[in-house]
């Protein structure tokens, strides 16, 4: 019998939402959200769905991109990622005010000629709403649709999908803005327009990004609608429910959840296959009496990004393929019969010996430039100025990379001899500026250099250890190990004689759902340094390292 390749779901593993899948030649192009987080939007590569590899981020520079002051889970939403005549196109949403009444969500489009760059400066589209989707259809016409933002109150519509027609000469959206989509109860976003057999789809995630999470499909003969919805009598609903045809929230005993936000491909074989954002939940739950998504379990690595595969029935309606009577992801699915197109394994330790940082690494909201860190100052180290305090949404000195698993070790090697309080520098456990675990090396006026733990949950901060004192002009080790939802701090002077510091901590807080401000990202861990006396104070890091246990 012949071994069949399969897909282990999910393939981006860890903050990895909003997936936007295309196709050109043999490869394959996932790009994903990274709101707050330097450089902006995620690409993967693959040639055979089953291995993917981290590319060059579009948006790299600052003429495209200022983060400047968004807040957490603001920043960059939505990408989608579509190829024309030679073109590739980029649609996306940079946020920069949601928790309020009146939302800012501002549309961009950027092109290339080649998936690796360079991407153009952004054109300003409209403003409706975020999740904007270019549509290219076979007559030439191109039409973005995008959900509507409703900051009345009540609201007139609980969803609402515009559509408007985009002039690529004129480089603005041009014509009139005609709504695709209304409805009282159920809530749409993340919608894309696809054309097969004289129909066209529109694709859309029903009920939000948490756990009552789907994903429908409507289709019209014409672009403009009306759109008929997609329902068979499996799709599990309740009266207020969309009809979903790939959603988990009936079936919380599923690995994965919160299944939705597709996005659609063909490969060359005929196959077809969703790429969609889902999570995979901890046991461990929310408080009762907390002031948001009370009891709801917690999503540490954030959303990230599952294929499924999919076909078509005999009168043009798109279901899940292995089973169509069902709409329930899987976490393994049948691979398409592609070669084998393997990546070499990254190494797990960075010796900072390279001229650039690795493109795992991300800041907030700014690039490290030579402002804030430096691999030639100091040759074979990063060094790392000290800059604003972790609060700061404008100047801060961070480098980090995703959770992927629920247990994993990171550690780094430090040389850093601060003069007064006011300088820190470390590793960092990070969901965003207000939830972050951090162990640091600093100055005590009595103790002189000393090492602290620093646990900020959602504005509440305390130092569960207060302060030790250590060694003085030696590098240090920090460690620390994560078990579900617990870590623990390590330090020493020696790898093989690391000391645990201070008690397991709770570390679920740095979870979507659990932060009152941001929750559509995921946690990072990485190293940083702060100088609040404004002198710019340095560590040298020999090396940073991220390993799954």
Request: proline share 6%.
């Amino acid at each position: 019998m012949m071994f069949k390749k399969v897909i282990k779901n999910p393939v981006l593993r860890g903050f990895h939402p909003d997936p936007s899948i295309i196709r050109v030649g043999d490869d394959f192009y996932i790009a994903t959200s990274t709101f707050e987080w330097w450089p902006g939007i995620r690409l993967h590569h693959s040639r055979d769905l089953v291995n993917w590899e981290l590319i060059e981020y579009p948006l790299n520079r600052i003429e495209q991109l200022d983060l400047k002051g968004v807040g957490a889970s603001q920043g960059v939403w939505a990408p989608c990622l579509s190829y024309d005549k030679g073109t590739f196109y980029l649609v996306y949403t940079v946020v920069k005010a949601f928790y309020c009444n009146m939302y800012d969500t501002n549309n961009y489009l950027v092109t290339a000629g080649n998936i690796h760059g360079p991407w153009s400066d952004p054109v300003a589209l409209n403003n409706f709403g975020f999740d904007p989707s270019l549509f290219h259809d076979d007559d030439g016409h191109k039409y973005m649709v995008c959900m509507v933002t409703d900051h009345r109150i009540p609201k007139k519509y609980a969803g609402r999908l515009v559509l408007q027609e985009y002039d690529p000469v004129r480089e603005k959206m041009s014509g009139p803005v005609k709504e695709i989509y209304t409805a009282d109860r159920i809530f749409l976003e993340g919608p894309h327009i696809f054309k097969r057999n004289g129909w066209y789809y529109l694709f859309s995630a029903d009920t939000g990004t948490g756990e009552g999470h789907g994903q429908t499909i409507q289709r019209s003969r014409s672009v403009w609608g009306p759109y008929e919805i997609y329902h068979a009598e499996f799709m599990e609903r309740t009266q207020d429910e969309a009809w979903s045809i790939l959603t988990c929230r009936h079936h919380e005993e599923l690995p994965i959840q919160k299944c939705g936000h597709a996005d659609l491909v063909e490969t060359q074989n005929g196959d077809w296959y969703i790429a969609h954002l889902c999570g995979r939940p901890l046991s461990a739950r929310n408080s009762a009496d907390v002031p948001l998504f009370s009891g709801i379990r917690r999503y540490p690595l954030g959303r990230e990004t599952a294929l499924q595969k999919v076909k078509w029935t005999e009168d043009d309606w798109l279901v899940l393929d292995r089973n169509p009577q069902n709409c329930l992801p899987e976490k393994e699915v049948t691979a398409p019969g592609l070669p084998d197109y393997v990546f070499p394994p990254k190494p797990d330790r960075d010796d900072f010996t390279k001229k650039e940082l690795d493109l795992d690494y991300q800041s907030l909201r700014v690039p490290m430039d030579e402002n804030y860190i430096s691999l030639t100052a100091r040759p074979g180290f990063l060094r790392m100025y000290g800059r604003a305090g972790l609060a700061s949404k404008f100047s801060q000195s961070l480098i980090a990379r995703r959770w992927t698993e629920f247990t994993f070790e990171a550690s780094a090697s430090m040389e850093f001899e601060p003069e007064v309080f006011k300088q820190m520098a470390g590793l960092i456990f990070i969901y965003d500026e207000q939830n972050y675990l951090y162990l640091h090396v600093s100055h005590d006026e009595e103790m002189g250099k000393v090492i602290s733990i620093l646990k900020a949950e959602n504005k509440n901060y305390e130092y569960p250890i207060g302060f030790k004192p250590i060694s003085e002009g030696k590098a240090i080790i920090l460690k620390g190990r994560v078990m579900e939802d617990k870590l623990q701090f390590y330090f020493g002077y020696k790898e093989e004689q690391l000391t645990e510091i201070g008690p397991a901590l709770d570390c679920s807080f740095m979870s979507d759902e659990a932060c009152l401000e941001g929750w559509f990202t995921g946690a990072m861990t990485g190293i940083c340094c702060q100088d609040l006396t404004g002198f710019g104070k340095a560590a040298d890091f020999d090396w940073f390292e991220m390993k799954t246990l």
